[in-house]
């Protein structure tokens, strides 16, 4: 058999694909001659091979030559030795050029000091009178000691000069000997792969290529670059996309092809599933009565009244003692209540009970036909009927009678025994564990195979230099510059600041799939935020900021009264607040775009209500806009954390707003107890 023997750092690295478990896979070509031996068997000794990340070895294949080789062995092995200048031969071409350098500039400052220490022994002689036995005249010895002090100067000069550049090119060989010294100590494992000559082929060219895994970490980071023309940003924006990556390997990545991944490196294997085990068994609760039937649940929690299914009215509270259906002092009307009649049904009071809209609906009842399914859909009818009803004072629907119930739950049990079988509760518990286990796998291989579904790999368009750093320094790697479409609006929030602020949105069209990370927003060249991209779902949509507007401006007033006629009523007390919100536009042309947000205070006791007047119309929807004007509308927000009718949160959406000022108003009124104390926080 033929060694072999070859070194790594000898032959360039062709790609590098960095995992998102800090792990990268190394792929190098070694090509290989065997016309001197072409039907033996060769060892192919690779030295000077990084440390491989934990628990992860080689592999060898042959990509020329398939046909003609096999590979028949292949292993690894890694020293712990400390290599030094001296022991292990340690050099590069770097090195050697500067201990030449060195060698060269302190041969130069001894010539220096050497010549001036001549020189200084003449001039001593010329002093003693020893030279030249008086037949210098003493204006030539006043010259030649001026000349000997200029060029004292000039020697002083040089010699100074020359020491600092030795000790400089000192550092650097110093700082070349330790890079070395590490690089040995990282190049520490050794790889030998066994290639054999298929029989009948004569083998001469070859390729192997080996892979092997190193510790590497990479994480994406985006820059977004927009221009501006005549102070408006422009619509075509630059991402580029960038992945901080540090590796430490001891060898630098050269030329490299780079791809990065959100896959993990170790795949976890995936069985073959099997069918879920299906059995057929009673229905929970078709024997017994519910306890929660007997007893529904009460939901206390304090729901906003512009959310509220069966509220008619801000006043229902009040007039509910009438007992009758009354015009409502917003046009809506209160249907009266009425007692549940058991040959009814309960699914058919709840409905009744659920029934009616937003500030002037009217509640009808509505009648259902008896069903012996009806207990299930009951119970949470009821309880959600009972929960709005307690809320807003009105009377809740009483369940029928235990006897009713549970005679037709008798009847349909006597009519199921003759015709199936009705597994023991022992049965149900024994089969409910074995499907929970075997559902439990198939969850655990479904979630393996979703995650290799939705892995995201990146190549970097051009091949990358990436050298190896000591103390986790971090490399800045550009994978691609990506151009988009923007668009851009003017948010202001008046009740927390004035100022109008320009935002961006940009949806992603191209074929990269943004990972997770962050996005610093340029203006102008001009660094001006900067903000996350949380999730890879489709489609993305990028949301940041540009700053501040200073032409257009907000001014925010609110104030506070009674209603005139229900100031005090039946015991509560309503008062009306009003806001408005003043846009001031200073620029010569309309601006487009223009968001003003506010919300609605949340009533944190259930005895206090919030009914929504202005912006007319904007109570009764849930979602889309109302007309508020000339080219403005208003709709729930859903943006933030704070988002939607729930949350009370709501914007005006102006497309267009005239040079000058434009009046945004809301009015809403709130209802509590009277003399009950309360405050906004």
């Not at 198939?442 to 195979?449: D, F, M, P, T």
């Amino acid at each position: 058999m033929t060694v072999i023997t070859l070194s790594a750092t000898d032959f360039p690295i062709k790609s590098v694909k960095i995992f998102s478990s800090d792990v990268a896979e190394i792929t190098r070509v070694f090509p290989l001659d065997f016309t001197q031996s072409p039907n033996e068997s060769q060892a192919i000794e690779i030295s000077n091979l990084p440390l491989l990340h934990s628990g992860t070895g080689i592999r060898a294949s042959v990509t020329i030559g398939s046909d003609d080789l096999l590979v028949t062995d292949y292993y690894h092995c890694s020293s712990d030795y400390k290599s030094n200048l001296f022991g292990h031969p340690v050099s590069s071409d770097v090195l050697r050029d500067l201990q030449a350098e060195f060698t060269r500039l302190e041969d130069e400052r001894q010539l220096r000091q050497q010549s001036f220490a001549f020189l200084s022994t003449y001039m001593n002689s010329l002093a003693k009178g020893e030279a030249l036995a008086g037949a210098v005249e003493p204006a030539q010895l006043v010259t030649f000691f001026d000349e000997f002090v200029e060029i004292g100067k000039s020697r002083s000069e040089v010699i100074a000069v020359l020491d600092q550049q030795v000790k400089d090119v000192r550092k650097e060989i110093d700082k070349e000997i330790q890079r070395l010294s590490l690089e040995s100590r990282s190049l520490a494992t050794k790889a030998t792969v066994t290639l054999a000559p298929v029989s009948g082929s004569t083998a001469t060219v070859a390729e192997l290529e080996i892979k092997y895994r190193v510790s590497a970490t990479w994480k994406p980071i985006y820059e977004i670059h927009v221009t501006t023309i005549d102070s408006v940003p422009s619509s075509s924006v630059v991402l580029t996309y960038r992945c901080q990556i540090s590796q430490s390997t001891g060898e630098n990545w050269d030329n490299v092809e780079l791809a990065v991944t959100t896959a993990k490196h170790h795949v976890p294997s995936v069985g073959l599933p099997e069918p879920k085990k299906m059995e057929i068994r009673q229905q929970k609760g078709f024997l017994s009565q519910p306890d929660s039937y007997r007893q529904p649940a009460v939901n206390t929690q304090p729901t906003p009244v512009w959310n509220t299914p069966g509220y008619a009215s801000p006043f229902v509270h009040i007039l509910s003692s009438a007992q009758q259906a009354s015009p409502s002092v917003f046009g809506g009307t209160q249907t009266a209540s009425h007692q549940p009649d058991p040959s009814q049904g309960s699914i058919g009071t709840a409905q009744r009970s659920a029934v009616g809209s937003l500030f002037g609906s009217k509640g009808q009842p509505i009648t259902t036909t008896p069903s012996i399914f009806a207990s299930t859909l009951a119970q949470s009818t009821t309880d959600q009927s009972q929960m709005f009803g307690a809320l807003q004072g009105q009377p809740t629907a009483t369940p029928p009678s235990p006897s009713l119930f549970e005679s037709r739950l008798n009847a349909l049990a006597a009519q199921m025994s003759g015709s199936s079988h009705i597994p023991t509760q022992s049965q149900v518990s024994s089969s409910s564990a074995s499907a929970q286990s075997s559902s439990s796998q198939h969850q655990r291989e479904r979630a393996v195979l979703a995650e290799l579904d939705k892995a995201i790999t990146h190549t970097a368009t051009a091949k990358v230099y990436i050298p190896s750093r000591e103390a986790g320094g971090t490399h800045h790697v550009l994978l691609a510059t990506i151009p988009l479409k923007a668009s851009f609006t003017r948010v202001a929030v008046p009740s927390v600041d004035t100022r109008v602020f320009w935002t961006c949105e940009i949806t992603n069209t191209s074929n990269y799939v943004l990972t997770p990370g962050t996005i610093h927003t340029y203006l102008d060249g001009k660094h001006i935020s900067h903000s996350n991209i949380t999730s890879a779902n489709q489609p993305q949509t990028i949301q940041c900021s540009l700053g501040v507007d200073p032409a257009v401006t907000t001014q925010f007033n609110r104030t506070v009264g009674s209603l005139p006629d229900f100031s005090v009523l039946n015991g509560k007390a309503i008062t009306t607040h009003t806001i408005t919100t003043t846009i001031k536009n200073t620029h010569r042309n309309p601006i487009r775009n223009v968001i003003v947000r506010t919300s609605l205070p949340l009533p944190a006791d259930p005895r206090i209500t919030v009914t929504l007047q202005e912006p007319e119309g904007l109570a009764d929807i849930d979602s889309g806009t109302v007309r508020v004007g000339d080219g403005c509308y208003a709709g729930w927000s859903t943006t933030g954390n704070r988002a939607g009718k729930n949350d009370g949160l709501f914007e005006w959406v102006c497309s267009s707003v005239e040079p000058g000022s434009r009046v945004l108003k809301a009015v809403w009124y709130v209802t509590a107890p009277l003399g009950l104390s309360f405050t906004e926080q």
